[in-house]
């Protein structure tokens, strides 16, 4: 059946993309930019995936999700084509606010008008569909206000529909049926379902051929029979948004001036020709594109038309806060410790999360130690003390309140540091540390030698080791393991005016000139002469 | 009637002094060694009160009350002898443990020996009842550990009762009557009443006067007559343990070897003659007591007899835990200050209680800062705070715990505080600090106002500020505000790796060479130039 004749002329209208972002790809940009980037804010290359509508209520969308930041995403599927996108991150609100979203859009829809010009699109026609986020993700608020982009060239020539139906009234069953057979084909093909801009021949025996774009050079036909196709997220009885490019690119390109265009849709992943269209549209040759700096009109802010481009913009916030929100507790209490790993790299949290420590006195400085190590990002706590909270403590020894006084420190201390933080792993361990040289009578002589073999294990098993006891002679023994161990040591004490931090055994380099007489290279202890 | 015949010779003996120490008098001690002796512990003078029987259950005693540190105790009366006594308080345990307590004993009896030879025993006769207490007082621990002395001269020469009986049957009806009547009077007059040694002439016509020991000089009469008579604590049927030194006064000083002594006791206030001892003694002089360096045995700690001195002490424990325990709290608190005071006197504990503080932010440092105002005896808080507690803070501000999330902060800072040290006065005060030159909405305007007054109202009640809030903006109006009232204002700020501490205006001393417009010597501020 031969196509219809035109039935009027109209403007050539057309149904915008959508976006639709998961929340995910927002986690794992916050991800990216917290473990990442830090404070670089210039352009990370995305990769979206577009799609064809597959059924009426659910429109065909232009997605990214949590894995559009990879390189190699796995999207290249029958549902999905790869399109490059570009995200640009700001460090914080004012950025995002002052970013020049005109120029910004300019910039990637010359990209565009550059890869048409240059032949690219014929090699990798979702170039067409390149585009644009820009985003500031308020890491400490768990927020992100995005807006997107499709950058769209306005060819400055007058742009007429001349006609548009259903393909299943402009076709013959015949050459329906062949091109369903022939899209089928296409779209099953590993080489080819991602490729969403297309040329359809129908020869005069209705047999359908698909060919790429790139293989359109020298070619010459009936220009009858001659359909320029390309998969249409839209629903509606007009063109999808990638006509729009598209056009731009049979006209700039390969100078067409009019073309019978196929909106290809699908319906439950087989062709729907009753809801796919053909239409006709012809375009002058836009003027001046010819210039060597020429840069058309780019329009394309989801939800802006062309002309209103100047109104404030309007933030697509999205709260981060619902997502995993067991996990990202802990996620927030490391976030301050990320954040200044951004301008201090030597902070390196995982060994500070797998570290083992070993806090020998649970008083004033023993609350405050592992309540900092938590604050640092240690997870994994060890707290030995024989005494008991008393009245005066807790005015000094700042986790303990009124409701401790008479328990056991090793005790009262275990809730106060995991309502502090949940993630942290903390064992109190109620244990008078033995002081070498102190009389011990008979009857406890066992206890005590089995505290001494009881510290050994926990000194052995512990990575760090923190001095905190209220005397200097209860460190001796603590002293003497971590050196037999070869364990980091830290002892701390203060006095009225005055305190000491010092750093025992293991050092942080691995030149210190002390080498001990197991050749170990350390530093001396607050024992050593 | 005549004194009975001698029934039998039997050696002297005697009912021993019971001490009895209120708790009250422990605990002025405990405060004397906190507040006024520190580390000093000399022996201090402490006066007791030596009492009659006055009941058959309740025997007399040797009692310290709280009023015996006193300068001059209100005990002077009808009831109570002031006797003086040394306390020997010392630092600690060991120091107590390895006081010498014979050196002590001996050094307290060598007064009574020199007083009795220097005749100032006949001017004040208590002082033939002075005693000695020595002691350590835990202060940590709030007990103290005690020990009691009546120091008293053994006499190297047989001593014997040669009789003993009932005053009431030793003299006749008319005796009985006249001396109950001149004891009345001796007892009833504040000049004698204090007095528990004397001696009492009886006339032939029975009639009876009571003499101080002071009016015995140059008397001579008859001495069948004649009796020494003593208040006795005791109320067994043989003398109480004062007889002991008095009769090595009669006999070193006045150089008597055999005596009628009177046992006087009492009943309900009145002299009970029936259970009022007479009876005579005999003691050969004492041999070389006439040595120049001579000083005779001395016996005298509380439940030991002569002979058992060497076992090894058994400490009498208080427990001033039960005094006060309201208020006790609060002392425990600040003990650590106190103690801390003793060898840093510049540490005024009232300035700091009665200093009011206004803690502007109740953040990280805001927490800490409250906290340790505390520590160091501060009692009166006021915390400002806009913002509400989230996850990321409970593992960097001190105080607050998961339960808090969501809490404006001024509001759950109160009860952290609170049971860390009941005695605090705080006061949360929800508000954000206002910042000039930061935009403010019209609707905004005039709580921003408000804000403003009341930061003002509250900077000018205060007399300490600081500075504590999460960005430098915030601090200028409140560095303003104490400029103008003329406030201490305290700025702090932490860093990755540094931190800053800064005091602003009124300095710490008068002599300040910056001088500010109004005349007020002060020091600069974070935002001088």
Known sequence: MAAKAETHARPLEMEAIESRVDPGFWDAVRCLKLDVLSIDDSPVPITGCYTLCAHPKIPGLVRLSSKSLEASPPFHS?????????????????????????????EEGKRIFYDILSGKIEEDPTLLLRFLVISFVDLKNWKVYYDVAFPSLVLNSKMTFLRLHSASEVLSQ?????????????????????????????????????????????????????????????????????LRNYIAFLSLRWKIEKVQFLCYRERRGEPDLEKSLIGEASFAAPHGW????????????????????????????IDLDSLNPASQDEEKQVMHLKLMGWRHPSLVL???????????????????????LMTWGVRKLTVVDGGCVAIPDIVKQSLYVDNDCGVPRATAIVPHLKER????????????????????SKTKMSSVLDNCKRLQALV????????????????????????????????????YDSYLVMRHGAGPGHNLSTEDALGHQRLGCCFCK
Chains 1, 2 share one sequence.
């Not at 500070?352 to 130690?369: K, Y």
């Not at 109620?430 to 009389?439: D, T, Y």
């Not at 364990?487 to 701390?492: D, R, S, V």
Request: net charge negative; glycine share 8%.
């Open 460 to 495: 052995a098993s512990s990575d760090v080791v923190f001095l905190l006891t209220d005397t200097w002679e209860s460190r001796w023994f603590p002293t003497l393991l971590c050196a037999n161990e070869n364990k980091i040591a830290i002892t701390a004490a203060s006095g």
């Open 350 to 372: 995982n060994k500070l999360r797998s570290a083992r420590c070993l806090v020998l006195g649970a008083g004033a400085l023993g609350c405050e130690v592992s309540r900092l």
């Open 78 to 106: 029958r549902n999905n084509c790869i399109v490059p996108r570009t995200l640009v991150n700001t460090n914080n609100m004012l950025g995002f606010k002052n970013l020049d979203v005109d120029l910004l859009l300019k």
């Open 290 to 317: 010819d210039g060597s700096d020429y840069v058309p009109e780019i329009i394309g802010w989801e939800g802006e038309k062309a002309g209103d481009r100047k109104k404030e913009k309007i933030l697509k916030p």
């Open 174 to 242: 015949e050459e329906e049926t062949s091109l369903s057979k022939s899209m089928k084909v296409w779209r099953d093909s590993n080489e080819t379902t991602g490729c969403p801009f297309f040329w359809v021949h129908i020869y005069s025996d209705s047999s359908v051929v698909i060919r790429q774009l790139k293989c359109w050079k020298g070619y010459s036909g009936d220009h009858q029979k001659l359909l320029f196709g390309f998969y249409d997220h839209g629903h509606q009885d007009y063109p999808g948004w990638a």
């Open 421 to 440: 933080c949940p993630a942290v792993e903390v064992e109190g361990i109620q244990m008078e540390i033995p002081v070498p040289g102190n009389p011990v």
